[in-house]
Structure formats: structure tokens, C-alpha cells
């Protein structure tokens, strides 16, 4: 989920009454803010908010059904979540591609912190910072080019 999303904060009171019946329905139930972490974000392919998962001995399952606390609670009382088919190995949040992902989320995310840096920190004017950049990326493809 993301805190600006409409759709998220519409379903924030079902996903919480979802999470206090969690224990009753034998399951961890949780939730990321994914700008907070967006590495988790690149992990799991989040390309729509909010995105729901099920994990269950390390397979994972995009729950695509109905948000309703009912339905939420159906999927896993009914195991309806077995007729779901579990994410393709080379697309599973575990597998060496999303790590991969993940990688290049976190690393967006240390060059927006170094932008941020210069712009606000340093004072460093908005078209200097992207020059600054402009110029590293051009020397580092010049140097693996070598």
C-alpha cells in the first residue's frame, strides 16, 4: 500500500479488521508501505496498489478477489487460495530476478537520497544535481566500456 493511494485508504479499515482476526484464522497478516520500502516493492513486481499476497511455505499467490473482510476471510477458510495458481519461479519475490529487482529499487531509491542531498542539503541548484549525474553515468559507461 502507499499512504497518498485512494484505493489503499479505502481498504484500511477492512485490512485491519482482517489483521485482528489473524489469529483466529491461524495466519500472520501485515502490510508495507511501499514508499518506505521499495525494494520490497521491486521484489514482489508491485505494479498496482494495493497488491495483496498470500505466502504459505515459501509460495506465493496474488490474491485477486473481492475486498471485502468476508471475502478476505473466505479465501482462507475455504482454502480457495489452493485453486490459485502460485507466481511463476522467475516472477517469485525469492527467486535471483527479483532479487535483482529489489537491487535496482534500492538503488533508485540511494540516488534520489544523494539528489535530495544536493538540492536541499547543499543547496545545489535542481539542474546542477542532474548535470552531476548526466556526467557520472557518462564516466562510469566510459569506464566499463574500457
Known sequence: YAPWCPACQQMEVTWESFAKESERLGIAVGKVDVTQEPGLSGRFFVTTLPT???ANDGVFRRYRGSRTLEDLQGYILERKWEAVEPVAGWKSPSSIMMDGMAGLFHFSGWIRQIHNYLT?????????????????TLLIGLFLGL
Open 120 to 136: 536541499g542539503t547543499l543547496g545545489v541548484h535542481v539542474w546542477v544535481s542532474y548535470a552531476i549525474f548526466i556526467l557520472a
Open 52 to 54: 495483496i499476497y498470500h
